[in-house]
C-alpha cells in the first residue's frame, strides 16, 4: 500500500532525514519525493512512502509529528505512476494523440498534479458547461461560473454560490488556469484538501499554458 503524505517541515539541514528515520521506525519506506514550496524556514514535500499490508495511516501522521516543528498537512492513499518529468510528459501525450486530445490532458493530469479530478470548462449561452472531464470528475457539474473568463491562474473559493453542493460537501479544493484565449479552463478538483499552494497553482498555469500552445 502507498500514501502520498504532505509535510511541512523544517527548511535546515537533517529535517528529512529525521522524518525518514521517524517514518521508516514503523515499517514505511519513501520511494518518491517532490519539494511543493519553500518558504522562510520551512518547506512543503510531497511524500510517496510505502507502507506493510495492513498498516494504519495514523501511524504515519505520528510519527511524522514525533518530530518537532512537523506537520502532516494531509494523507491520501497514491496509485499513480512515480516518475520525475510528470508534466512533459503529459505535453508529449497530448502533442502525439491522435483522437481527443482534451481528453488525453484531463486525464493525465490528476497524476501530474496530485489531484482528484480535473475538466475543461466553458461558458455558453446557457452558462458553464464541460467540455470534457477526467475518469474520475464528478457526474454533478457546475451550471454557473461567474469567474470566467481567467487570464491568470487562480486558487476558487470552494464555498461560492455556483460550487455545486456535493463539491462542498467534500470540502473539495478548487483552482483554475486559462486554456488558451477563448475563454475555456482548465478546472483541477481536490476532496477534502490540501489546499492548494502557490506553487502548484503556478505549476497549473504553466501546464495549461504549453499544452494551450501545442492544441
Not at 64 to 79: F, K, L, M, T
Not at 166 to 174: A, E, G, V
Not at 187 to 205: H, I, K, Q
Amino acid at each position: 500500500m502507498s500514501y502520498l503524505l504532505r509535510v511541512q517541515l523544517p527548511d535546515r539541514p537533517g529535517s528529512l532525514g529525521a522524518l525518514a528515520l521517524a517514518l521508516g521506525s514503523v515499517g514505511a519506506d519513501i520511494i518518491s519525493l517532490d519539494v511543493v514550496e519553500r518558504g522562510a524556514g520551512f518547506a512543503v514535500d510531497d511524500l510517496v512512502v510505502d507502507v506493510p499490508p495492513n498498516a494504519l495511516p495514523d501511524t504515519l501522521i505520528t510519527a511524522a509529528e514525533s518530530i518537532g516543528d512537523v506537520i502532516v498537512d494531509s494523507i491520501r492513499p497514491y496509485s499513480g505512476l512515480l516518475d520525475t518529468h510528470r508534466e512533459l510528459e503529459l505535453i508529449d501525450q497530448v502533442a502525439n494523440a491522435r483522437d481527443d486530445r482534451l481528453q488525453v490532458l484531463v486525464d493525465g493530469v490528476p497524476r501530474v498534479l496530485r489531484v482528484g479530478w480535473s475538466t475543461i470548462i466553458d461558458t455558453g449561452l446557457q452558462g458553464a458547461y464541460r467540455v470534457v472531464g477526467s475518469q474520475s470528475a464528478p457526474q454533478t457539474q457546475a451550471g454557473s461560473a461567474p469567474w470566467l473568463p481567467l487570464d491568470k491562474p487562480i486558487v476558487l473559493d470552494p464555498e461560492s454560490e455556483w460550487v455545486p453542493e456535493i463539491w462542498r460537501d467534500m470540502d473539495t479544493k478548487l483552482a483554475a488556469a486559462p486554456l488558451g484565449h477563448h475563454g475555456r479552463a482548465l478546472l483541477l478538483g481536490r476532496p477534502g484538501g490540501p489546499d492548494f499552494r502557490p506553487s502548484e497553482v503556478a505549476r497549473l498555469g504553466y501546464l495549461a499554458g504549453i499544452v494551450a500552445g501545442v492544441l
